[in-house]
Every structure is written in C-alpha cells, then in structure tokens.
C-alpha cells in the first residue's frame, strides 16, 4: 500500500473516527516509509498528546521497527502516558506494502484520563458496606405495608398455611422491626394475611422468640 496515494481516504477515516468520539480522541496516521523523524502525515485532535503533522512516531513504534524486532504486530488496548501525565488508551494498526513490510501506521489515542478519575468518584458514591438485595422504593404506604408482608413471609420461608405459631411470631416480629405497623390499620391487614385475631397478633408482638 503507498501511503501517499491513500492518504486521502485515511485522512478521512480519521476526520469521521474523531468526529463520532469527539475531542479526547486523537486519530494519527503516519508514513514510515520515509523514516520516523516525521512520520505524521494528518491527525486528528492532536492537543491530546501535544502533536501535530510533521512529527514523529511514539517509542513504541520505534521498538516495534527495529531491525531485530522479529514480526511487527497490531497493538490494541494498550495504555501510554503523555509527558504531562494524562491517560490514553490507544490503538496502532500497521498499514503494510504488499510485501508485509511496515510502511504506514493508523494510531487511534483517546484520552481517559476524565473518565478514570470520574469512575473513581462513582465507585466512591456507589459503595455500599453491606450486600444483599436493593430496597425498594414503593410510591405509597399501602404498598409498602404489602411488600413488607411479602417479604416477612420470605423471612420465615413457609407459605402461611404451613406456618405453626412460632413461624407466625417470627414473621410478626419481622415486621414490627420494619416498622410496619406505623401504617395506618397495619394490625387489620396483617391479621388477616396470618390468619389470626388482633388479639393474637399482640400477643405475638409481646412474645419472646427463642
């Protein structure tokens, strides 16, 4: 491939590549066949790394070519650091003649360095010093005292029918923990879920679990 007769189509591959990504990412298209000195013949968004058409190739590329580097492969999802100490994720993919030698190299660089220190605060405010199942949010107390009894019944992992008197104090004291009987006629409904009198919903209340 002569670099030169496609540098056109590169240079527009690289203009719609950074376009869609947009200003962190830095698209480099080099012509190695006239050396490294000044190998970037287009580029793309180069404040990413400080660059600009005419300069040179990355030390990567440069130990990739040496004569005693044996096969010169593509690298993708590589890190690098800029001398001012940002973040870039990048890719090179080498651009061949029709002998397999390295003559052109399309380098995409995008800097992640925002995005790292933004997944730091994330992670941050994502932390949570328990595990176990999301709280649910309900949008009224009548189904929130629903969902309570629900999972009160989970607690005591029996279908209420098969429940004897001390499942039932545990799935009462379960919910008396959870605070639902601060809704609003919370003993009516329980009551009748359990399957049991008001009378013996407090006295369930009152009951000592072992």
């Not at 309570?148 to 923990?177: C, H, Q, T, W």
Request: charge should be negative; hydrophobic fraction near 40%.
């Amino acid at each position: 491939m002569d670099i030169q007769q496609q540098k056109s189509f590169l240079e527009q591959l690289a203009k719609g590549i950074a376009s869609l990504f947009g200003q962190n990412c830095e698209i480099a298209v080099h012509d190695l066949s006239q050396g490294f000195e000044s190998s970037i013949i287009a580029i793309e968004n180069g404040h990413v790394t400080d660059r600009r058409v005419g300069d040179g190739a990355s030390e990567l590329v440069l130990q990739a070519l040496k004569p005693d580097a044996g096969n010169v492969e593509d690298h993708f999802n590589y890190l690098a650091r800029t001398k001012n100490g940002r973040i870039i994720k990048c890719s090179s993919i080498y651009l061949r003649s029709e002998d397999g030698r390295p003559v052109g190299l399309f380098g995409i660089n995008y800097d992640i360095t925002d995005l790292m220190m933004a997944s730091t605060a994330i992670g941050a405010i994502l932390n949570v010093e328990e595990n176990g199942d999301a709280m649910s949010i309900t949008t009224n107390v009548n189904d929130l005292l629903d969902q309570l009894i629900e999972e009160s019944s989970k607690y005591v992992g029996k279908p209420v029918a098969m429940m004897n008197k001390e499942d039932k104090i545990r799935a009462i004291k379960f919910l008396d923990e959870k605070g639902a009987f601060l809704v609003k006629k919370a003993g009516d409904k329980i009551s009748r879920y359990y399957d049991i009198s008001k009378y013996t919903l407090y006295n369930y209340m009152d009951a000592d679990t072992q």
